[in-house]
């Protein structure tokens, strides 16, 4: 099966979006990663949600789990304080590597490497066109493991 029989319709935030706003896509759609798309609707970053959660946390509660153990709910309100009044790209956490993207004929297990290489859950199918870049869809590490492994 090829990328682009696996790629589904994936929600994306653009780099200039609000960063609240896109914590609460991912959140209401129960999304596994946040598909990032620049400017020119390219992919411009994947990031885990379990990535985005750290860039929540306060940093005094990451460096010292003891914090973390003796802190109560009452402090939440720090993490949308955190947040609010950023875009996309100032929430995100520093970007070490592009996206992970693959072309509409890439077969499952090359997708399932580049999942693996990259500890991404999701991998965007990209067609080229000269310099033209369309998003054809993303995988979900779900649904390559429904593929993989034979489910419904």
Do not use: C, F, N
Not at 11 to 40: F, I, Q
Not at 102 to 125: E, I, K
Not at 130 to 136: A, I, P, S, Y
């Amino acid at each position: 099966m090829r990328a682009h029989e696996l790629a589904e319709p994936y929600p994306s935030v653009s780099t200039d979006d609000s960063a609240l706003d896109a914590a609460r896509l991912l959140a209401e759609r129960k999304l596994p990663a946040l598909l990032v798309l620049d400017a020119d609707q390219q992919p411009y970053a994947i990031v885990p949600g379990s990535q985005l959660i750290k860039q929540l946390v306060p940093d005094y509660v990451l460096e010292d789990r003891h914090v973390a153990a003796v802190i109560d709910d009452r402090h939440l309100a720090e993490v949308t304080e955190k947040i609010a009044g950023l875009t996309v790209t100032q929430w995100l956490p520093p970007r070490t590597h592009t996206p992970p993207v693959v072309g509409p004929d890439a077969g499952a297990l090359q997708v399932a490497a580049l999942m693996a290489r990259t500890h991404s859950p999701l991998v965007a199918v990209i067609e080229r066109d000269g310099d033209q870049v369309r998003l054809v869809g993303a995988i979900t590490a779900a649904r390559l493991m429904e593929r993989l492994i034979g489910g419904s």
